[in-house]
């Protein structure tokens, strides 16, 4: 549940809000009283920013009653490889497990387009914890009794809220941040290989990623047909975001 949708929906969520705020036509309809005008036609935007909450759902984060009671689509179940509905359950924002985020837990849980293979990715759980994992890991939803989440409830409730939108990518964080900063993860334009996972090899391939990587770390691809069938050194060349904004005028 935790980690397939979530983290282009939050670059484009707040991405999409600051572009609208700073156009004045966010929101409800109209700026509210006090709000101070719209830049001038001429007035260039001078900063973005992109705020994103990886690895969560709309499910597992927004039990929020103003979006439910606005239509949002969130639901207080799931549905298993059995055919089983799994009420979820809640949890803290902070956990002792961790759900598989890589290309083989995005494969089961797609199961052929039928979205109900949750229950079989692979959970680790920290060590020395203790209960761990409880039952149905992959069916939980953030509690917030403590209002811990609130920020985001916010964000949702005042700007464009994707709860229906997925990912691209078919793996974890490094095709991830790909797609953030550049709408692929290809490895070069035209390519029709895409990164499925994260780097491996090296010292440290979480700390040393993308063209500072060691010579040893690989990256695996996954071709058209969605098979992880080759791996490469984890640097690209693809456009990014931030090269349209240093060359726009």
């Not at 001429?42 to 984060?61: A, G, M, S």
């Not at 793996?171 to 895409?194: E, N």
Request: aromatic content about 10%.
């Amino acid at each position: 549940m935790f980690s397939f949708k979530m983290l282009l929906f939050w670059g484009l969520l707040v991405c999409t809000a600051v572009f609208l705020a700073s156009l004045g036509g966010c929101g409800g309809g109209g700026s509210s009283a006090g709000s101070p005008p719209p830049p001038p036609p001429t007035q260039k935007i001078q900063h973005v920013v992109v705020i994103f909450q990886e690895n969560r759902t709309p499910d597992n984060l927004f039990h929020d009653p103003i979006l439910i009671q606005r239509g949002a689509d969130i639901q207080n179940y799931g549905v298993n490889s059995k055919g089983q509905k799994i009420t979820l359950m809640p949890t803290s924002l902070i956990t002792d497990y961790d759900p598989g985020h890589g290309h083989g837990s995005f494969v089961k849980m797609y199961d052929n387009g039928k979205m109900d293979g949750a229950d079989k990715v692979d959970v680790t759980c920290n060590p020395g914890a203790k209960g761990c994992p409880p039952p149905n890991p992959q069916f939980m939803y953030v509690d917030n009794s403590t209002g811990l989440v609130d920020p985001y409830f916010q964000l949702a409730e005042q700007y464009t809220f994707g709860d229906r939108m997925f990912q691209t990518n078919q793996g974890p964080s490094f095709p991830a941040h790909q797609y953030i900063i550049s709408g692929t993860s290809a490895p070069s334009v035209g390519s029709d290989l895409f990164v499925a996972d994260n780097p491996l090899g090296g010292a440290n391939p979480f700390e040393h990623a993308g063209c500072i990587a060691p010579p040893e770390e690989t990256v695996m691809l996954i071709d058209p047909s969605g098979v992880e069938s080759q791996k490469m050194y984890p640097c690209f060349d693809h456009p990014t975001l931030t090269d349209m904004l240093n060359t726009a005028n």
